[in-house]
C-alpha cells in the first residue's frame, strides 16, 4: 500500500521560486488529480481538450515531458541530467545514433521527436537553431500555441478530433542523417539558404538535439521536485527489474523508474520466466531485481494515479509506477536486516523438479531459478 501522501507547504519562503515553477507543478498535479473519470461508455477522441489548452506554458512542458519519458523517448531522458553521460554523447554522435537506432519500432517515436524538438525551438529560440526541424524545407508550419498543443494530443494521445497536418513522418531518420553528417537528410540541410555556418553542421544537430532533450527532462525534473509529493511517514518499499546490474555511478543523476508491485519488475529482468536448460547450472541471464527502500519525505510522482484520466498524455498506465527524479541519495545495502529496509517478502526461488528421462533411474532431477537480488535504501 502506498502510504498517504505528505503535501508539503507551497508557499514556504525557501522553496518558492520566482518565476513561479513551483506553483505551475503542484497545480497541474492537482489538475490531473481532478480530471474526471474516463468511463468506458465515453468516446475518448470526442472528450475536449480545454483543461490542456488551459495551462501556462510551464505546465504544458511538464505533461508533455511526461508523455514523452513514459514513451518511447525513456531511453533518452532516463539519463539526460547525468553531467559526464551528456558530455559523452554530446561528443559522441554515433552513441547518439545508437540510442536512436533503439527507437525504432516504438511507441511513435517520430511524433515524439518532433514534439520535443519543435517545443524547445518554440521555448530556446537562441540555443535551437533550427537544424534538424527546418521551415525552409517545410518541415513545420508556424502554429500558435493552441494549435501546437492540440496537434501534440491528436499524435500523441487519445484524443484525435479533426486531423492535423502530417509534418513528422521521417523525423527521426531527419534526426539520424544530420547528426551523423550523411544521408538525404543532412544533404537538404547542406542545400538550405537560410543556414549560412554549414561548416559543422552535424555537430551543431547534434547539440541542438541533446539541447531539446535536455529542456524536456528538466521540465520533467521540476514536475516532480516542485509537485510537492513525498512518501509518507512509513517507508516504502518498491521493485525495479534489470536486464543488466545498475550503473550506481550515475544513478543518483537520473531518472529512475520503479514499481509498487514486484510481479511487474519481473518482466523488465532479463528472464521475466526464469527459464533455463541445465538443471545444475540453474537459471541463466536472471538479471537482476533490485528492492529499494524510499524513506520519508523521498519525492516521486505516480504515473498512474496522476495520469490515469488523463486521455493519453501517459503512454504505459497500469504498471504501478512511480518516477524518481535525479538528485537522490542512492545507498547499497548488503544486509536485508538493516533497520532502515522495509519488510520485503521472501525473494524470488522456484524449486523445479524433473523426472528422470531414464526408467530405470528413479532419481529426480532438481534445480532452483531465482533473480540476482541487491538492496539499496534511497532518501532526499
Known amino acids: 500500500m502506498i502510504p498517504s501522501l505528505v503535501q508539503l507547504p507551497i508557499a514556504s519562503a ?3 521560486r520566482h518565476n513561479g515553477d513551483e506553483i505551475d507543478a503542484s497545480t497541474l498535479l492537482n489538475i490531473l488529480h481532478q480530471l474526471p473519470s474516463l468511463a468506458d461508455s465515453v468516446r475518448r477522441e ?39 553521460y551528456i558530455r559523452l554523447f554530446q561528443s559522441h554522435a554515433k552513441s547518439t545514433l545508437k540510442i536512436l537506432e533503439g527507437m525504432m519500432g516504438q511507441d511513435h517515436p517520430n511524433e515524439a521527436l518532433y514534439f520535443a524538438v519543435l517545443n524547445a525551438k518554440r521555448r530556446l529560440p537562441r540555443q535551437m537553431k533550427g537544424l534538424l526541424i527546418v521551415e525552409e524545407l517545410g ?9 501546437f498543443r492540440t496537434l501534440a494530443a491528436r499524435c500523441l494521445t487519445g484524443y484525435t ?10 523525423t527521426l531518420d531527419r534526426i539520424m542523417h544530420r547528426i551523423s553528417g550523411s544521408g538525404i537528410h543532412y544533404n537538404e540541410l547542406i542545400n ?49 527489474g534489470m536486464k543488466e546490474e545498475m550503473n550506481e555511478w550515475r544513478v543518483e543523476e537520473a531518472f529512475v523508474s520503479v514499481t509498487t ?9 532479463s528472464n521475466p520466466t526464469l527459464e533455463y536448460d541445465d538443471m545444475e547450472i540453474g537459471a541463466p541471464n536472471q538479471c537482476c531485481m533490485m528492492r529499494i527502500t524510499l524513506l520519508s519525505g523521498t519525492p516521486y510522482l505516480d504515473i498512474d ?9 501517459g503512454f504505459a498506465l497500469g504498471e504501478k509506477e512511480l518516477l524518481l527524479p535525479p538528485g537522490l541519495k542512492w545507498e547499497r545495502v ?7 529496509v522495509t519488510d520485503f517478502p521472501p525473494e524470488i526461488i522456484e524449486s523445479v523438479v524433473e523426472e528422470s528421462d531414464e526408467e530405470e533411474d528413479d532419481e529426480d532431477s532438481y534445480g532452483d531459478r531465482y533473480y540476482q537480488v541487491e538492496y539499496y535504501v534511497v532518501s532526499l
Open 14 to 16: 525557501k522553496r518558492k
Open 161 to 170: 478530433g479533426e486531423e492535423g497536418p502530417l509534418v513528422f513522418p521521417s
Open 305 to 313: 494515479t496522476a495520469l490515469q484520466n488523463s486521455n493519453g498524455w
Open 192 to 240: 538550405t539558404e537560410t543556414i549560412k555556418d554549414k561548416d559543422s553542421l552535424s555537430n551543431d544537430a547534434l547539440k541542438e538535439f541533446w539541447n531539446a532533450m535536455h529542456f524536456t527532462g528538466e521540465a520533467l525534473r521540476s514536475f516532480i521536485l516542485e509537485s510537492n509529493t513525498v512518501v509518507g511517514s512509513e517507508p516504502l518499499a518498491v521493485y525495479r
Open 139 to 147: 518541415e513545420s508550419n508556424p502554429m500558435s500555441e493552441g494549435e
Open 334 to 340: 548488503v544486509d536485508e536486516d538493516d533497520g532502515r
Open 46 to 84: 470526442t472528450l475536449p481538450l480545454d483543461w490542456v489548452l488551459a495551462l501556462s506554458e510551464r505546465q504544458f512542458d511538464m505533461l508533455l515531458s511526461v508523455r514523452l519519458y513514459t514513451g518511447s523517448l525513456y531511453p533518452v531522458l532516463a539519463s539526460v541530467l547525468v553531467k559526464d
Open 261 to 269: 508491485d514486484e510481479s511487474v519488475a519481473r518482466d523488465f529482468t
